[in-house]
């Protein structure tokens, strides 16, 4: 059979680069196989230069010899979106993990790819439209059920222009092969739409009406973050820190607790326990707002550490991609993206066997702007119906050495909305989340009251200026008053801003909960004044009250405990004031 | 069989290039010289010529030596006529054993199916209260012991090999002094546990690329046990020599370095070999502890940063003990909640208030008055030094729980210490 194939040869290979030579044409971008043997690995066009095109392949590239065959295919490395997502466990290039540990066993193996989405599982399909109805990209021509949520049959993001529909499937079941409309565009040209449609990963999916200002928070449960530095939907924000801080910790809270519909999990060059942990438990943890499985609402892509490089570009790409599929169909989506500096070191590799010439320690000069373009993917939109989705990032960064100045952590900074920074020191104190709350900030709204946050803020402040004061004059040369301002933030430090991830209350904090507590440490604690005869008396107070605090923390919201130890703390506290 | 070339046309570092066609990416080849053979390994193809990093250096190798290929990448024997034996760091015995050539396999394999693993929950017990109470090792866990030169971190490695629960014990030095070889293999011996255990040994006095192979060799052959049911504990000793001859390779090949001198995948280098540490559903289970030098007592240093990001935490040796603050296992909460109730409680408050201790002791040093308080924080901070912090106590983790409370019980009241009410009723130790 004589096909068209655009063939090249191997000239040089250099690590996960490869260098061909082709005959023809060549595309920037354009995914191409490797024929070694009976493998063929997929590699993706990155520099073209004369005749030659640099390559860089997902895949080891181990026994790969000069003169082997490559084939091109003109597509861009390109994401298949369809009702099946959800649940899944996908490798940066969209493999079905499970599909492929059955095929292959405990290890990964080269050149296998599988069908992301298995084109014979059927759905229910329902029309929303008729015969003759004009169309354009991401308007919805029907619905499938997939797990709790209706899944759109969108017209495909990437027909241009205006469509009226020729025909479209009756109420039944049907297979993603099967054609469930037919388009006619302006010039009169037949298209059929199918219930999966394929997007490149790099470019944004724009099917929408307007871009909106992210306005409504995103209740994190996580009381450090919602009350002091808040994230809205739509939103992005980033937590550097050291290793052993607890970016990860906090990332799968945050995954368990968010009040969002879909979690989409970018496990980018990380750990794989991490992800098995996820993996393993989320079927069995059920979601509080809806009583099902965790898992039903969750999406994982997976590219750890060991895994091959240049697929960990890929996995973040692959994250966004279906984030922004389902904020299409007037979802709310939240993207953990842990973590986008190896992300960042699979870009310098890259660079560095392409022989560019290096930036600041290392990184390629367009590192800032392939970040921003990442984080601008986020966003809440007003969909073509009227409805609106959004898609919230957060991503940690693990900068070298700890130290925020380096080039990703900068560059991030500069895009996000939030910074959710972590310390070394409060993690050695394990202060958890280990959030700084002196170096962090945040540009969106809390849901607590706003003078409360300030002067929640002001007392942290305060309190940090008097302990370094403490330092150096001691306690002795430290006046009452702002040894009890002292006191009082490390209070609300340990009682309100730390955590216990391991207590099953305490580990997830309503908003209507942080509304309530806040607003009591508020009025009983930060605005008030107290009698003490002396520091001892202030310390032993404090000690007593943060003991009480521990058990409130851990005791079910509004339960007969909780209402008794809420007031022995009032009792507590005006024993003071009277006196 | 395979062809033999003879030309060899830069030799740079311990990196040659010779003109050869039908090579494969990362294929072993045999180079023959006066001074005897080595094995190389191809790391760069460009049209004809091929770039070979040489294990054994090049020093003596002349333009016109052979270079054989033999067509396949690295492979190492597998089996338990491995056992007890000891190799270098190419898999050449070193015990005068005979060389064993029978079912090999590929080294540096592919990457396990994140959908294979198994969350871990066995928990290895030591002995060491600062591990098993405060940072507890779990099964297929990778962990390195971040020190600087002169602390007893081999000693720490070969205490826990021998008192640890796992079935067999793979030891990769990487250049390692000659002594503390020997004193591996004669503390293993002593405690009869030399005969379950294989060692890859790379020395000071040997050629420095030689210790690149160590860490994959060891894990290949641990992997083949653990696909057999094996739990298989692998020591590491020493990460920063590997990550430094990386470097040399990486600087020779002109690499543009990005981190003081170390080429920019360092992080991947280094994942590749500790993600094998690994539990296998229905199989066995791989774990790594691993020393890692730091130059200059400098944590920031790219080796200990990079290796921090991978592992599952770490252990900080510094004079002498294992340091309560920034040592950490990440995967001790998946063991501690279930082996006495009091195990986290205890954990947590006898790290804060030996947090307030350190704070207090440095109050003291510039002379400041001390309170109450501050005074029953020195008394607890010097109890806890020696009973519980020394590598000396050697105790199991329940007697190091009953002992955190007594000490507790000896030092505080109990609303100072922060615990829940209804855990102080259960455990506080009732004065009589």
């Known amino acids: 059979m004589v096909t068209t194939k655009r063939l090249g040869r191997i000239t040089e290979i250099n690590g996960n680069m490869v260098m061909v030579e082709f005959e023809s044409y060549a595309v920037q971008n354009e995914v191409a196989y490797i024929i070694h043997g009976d493998e063929r690995l997929k590699c993706e066009v990155i520099r073209i230069r004369g005749n030659k095109a640099e390559t860089q392949v997902y895949e080891s590239?181990?026994?790969?010899?000069?003169?082997?065959?490559?084939?091109?295919?003109?597509?861009?490395?390109?994401?298949?979106?369809?009702?099946?997502l959800l649940g899944q466990i996908f490798d940066g290039l969209q493999n079905p993990l499970p599909h492929i540990a059955e095929k292959c066993g405990f290890f990964l193996k080269r050149g296998v790819y599988l069908d992301p989405l298995p084109g014979d599982s059927e759905w229910e399909f329902t029309p929303l439209r008729k015969e003759g109805d004009k169309v354009k990209a991401g308007d919805k021509l029907?619905?499938?059920?997939?797990?709790?949520?209706?899944?759109?049959?969108?017209?495909?993001?990437?027909?241009?222009?205006?469509?009226?529909?020729?025909?479209?499937?009756?109420?039944?079941?049907?297979?993603?092969?099967h054609p469930i409309t037919r388009l006619k565009d302006e010039s009169g040209k037949i298209h059929d739409v199918f219930m999966q449609q394929v997007w490149p990963v790099k470019l944004?999916?724009?099917?929408?009406?307007?871009?909106?200002?992210?306005q409504k928070p995103l209740v994190t449960k996580m009381r450090l973050i919602d009350s002091l530095f808040p994230v809205s939907l739509g939103g992005t924000y980033c937590i550097p820190g050291p290793f052993g801080a607890g970016k990860t910790v906090l990332q799968q809270l945050t995954s368990r607790h968010a009040e969002i519909d879909i979690v989409v999990i970018a496990a980018c060059g990380e750990r794989a326990g991490e992800v098995v942990e996820t993996l393993k438990t989320f079927p069995n943890i059920l979601d509080r707002r809806t009583g099902k499985p965790l898992s039903d609402r969750t999406v994982i892509i997976c590219n750890t550490s060991s895994m091959p490089v240049a697929a960990r570009e890929s996995s973040v790409y692959t994250a966004v991609t279906i984030a922004e599929y389902y904020r299409e169909m007037g979802l709310n989506v939240l993207i953990l993206a842990d973590s986008t500096s190896r992300w960042a070191q699979a870009m310098r590799e890259m660079s560095g066997r392409l022989e560019e010439i290096p930036g600041e320690e290392a990184f390629p000069a367009y590192l800032e702007s392939r970040i921003a373009s990442f984080y601008e993917r986020a966003g809440i939109v007003r969909l073509n119906d009227g409805e609106t989705g959004s898609v919230t990032i957060g991503g940690t960064i693990s900068p070298a050495g700890g130290n925020f100045e380096e080039p990703v952590t900068q560059a991030t900074l500069k895009v996000v909305g939030a910074f959710h920074g972590l310390s070394r020191e409060r993690s050695d104190a394990r202060r958890y989340p280990a959030i700084d709350p002196l170096i962090s900030w945040s540009k969106y709204k809390s849901f607590i009251d706003e003078t409360q946050v300030l002067k929640g803020h002001a007392m942290l402040r305060k309190g940090h200026d008097v302990a370094q004061m403490m330092k150096v004059v001691g306690e002795e040369g430290t006046n009452l008053k702002d040894y009890i301002d002292y006191l009082k933030a490390e209070f609300l430090d340990f009682v309100y801003l730390q955590q216990n991830a391991f207590d099953e209350v305490d580990e997830a904090t309503t908003a209507e909960r942080q509304m309530h507590i806040f607003g009591f440490i508020y009025k009983r604690i930060l605005e008030q004044e107290f009698n003490f005869e002396d520091k001892e008396k202030a310390l032993k107070f404090f000690q007593t009250l943060r003991q009480l605090f521990r058990g409130w923390n851990s005791s079910e919201w509004k339960a007969a405990e909780f209402k008794t130890i809420e007031k022995e703390i009032e009792d507590g506290c005006i024993k003071y004031i009277q006196r | 069989m395979h062809k033999v070339y003879t030309k060899i046309i830069q030799i740079a570092g311990d990196v040659i290039m010779v003109e050869a066609e039908g090579v494969g990416y990362l294929e072993i080849a045999v180079v023959s010289t006066r001074h005897g053979v080595s094995l190389a390994q191809v790391i760069r193809l460009d049209g004809k010529r091929v770039s070979l990093q040489v294990f054994a250096g090049s020093k003596g190798i002349s333009t016109g030596d052979k270079v054989k290929f033999l067509g396949h990448p690295m492979m190492v024997a597998k089996g338990e006529d491995l056992l007890g034996r000891i190799f270098n760091g190419s898999g050449a015995p070193l015990d005068k054993g005979p060389v064993l050539s029978d079912q090999m396999v590929e080294i540096g394999g592919p990457a396990v199916n994140p959908v294979k693993r198994i969350i871990p929950n066995k928990m290895i017990r030591t002995g060491i209260p600062m591990i098993d109470v405060f940072n507890s090792i779990v099964e297929s866990q990778k962990l390195p012991i971040f020190s600087i030169a002169g602390e007893p971190y081999n000693e720490l490695l070969a205490r826990i090999a021998i008192q640890a629960e796992v079935d067999m014990i793979i030891l990769g030095g990487m250049g390692l002094k000659h002594d503390d070889y020997l004193f591996f293999r004669d503390a293993l011996d002593e405690q009869g546990a030399l005969a379950r255990s294989i060692f890859f040994i790379h020395t000071a006095s040997d050629p420095v690329v030689e210790c690149l192979l160590v860490p994959d060799i060891s894990l290949a052959v641990a992997e083949q046990f653990a696909l057999e049911g094996k739990r298989v504990l692998v020591l590491l000793t020493d990460m920063t020599n590997f990550c430094d001859a990386l470097k040399e390779i990486s600087i020779t090949m002109e690499r543009v370095p990005s981190n003081r001198g170390y080429p920019g995948d360092l992080y991947s280098q280094l994942a590749a070999r500790y993600e094998k540490a690994v539990d296998f559903e229905a199989a066995g289970s791989i774990t790594i502890l691993a020393a890692t030098t730091m130059p200059g007592d400098d944590v920031t240093h790219p080796v200990p940063d990079n290796t921090g990001y991978i592992t599952e935490g770490q252990f900080y040796l510094k004079g002498g003990v294992i340091e309560p603050f920034g040592s950490l296992s990440r995967l001790r909460q998946q063991v501690n909640g279930k082996t006495r109730d009091d195990h986290r409680t205890i954990m947590d408050t006898m790290i804060q208030l030996f947090a307030s201790y350190r704070e207090t002791v440095e109050k003291r040093a510039m002379g400041f008055q001390m309170s109450g308080w501050d005074k029953k924080l020195l008394k607890y901070g010097g109890i806890f030094e020696k009973e519980i912090m020394s590598l000396e106590v050697n105790i199991p983790l329940e007697k190091a729980l009953d002992r955190g409370w007594e000490i507790l019980a000896e030092c505080f009241t109990p609303a100072e210490t922060g615990i829940r009410k209804a855990m102080i009723e259960k455990h506080w130790p009732k004065t009589s």
Not at chain 1, 205 to 214: M, T
């Open chain 1, 61 to 84: 590239t181990s026994s790969i010899k000069v003169g082997e065959e490559v084939e091109f295919t003109d597509e861009l490395l390109s994401a298949e979106l369809g009702p099946g």
């Open chain 1, 142 to 177: 029907g619905v499938v059920p997939e797990k709790i949520f209706k899944h759109y049959i969108m017209v495909p993001f990437s027909f241009r222009g205006s469509f009226e529909i020729g025909a479209i499937a009756k109420h039944g079941r049907y297979n993603l092969k």
């Open chain 1, 204 to 214: 944004p999916i724009r099917a929408y009406a307007d871009k909106l200002k992210p």
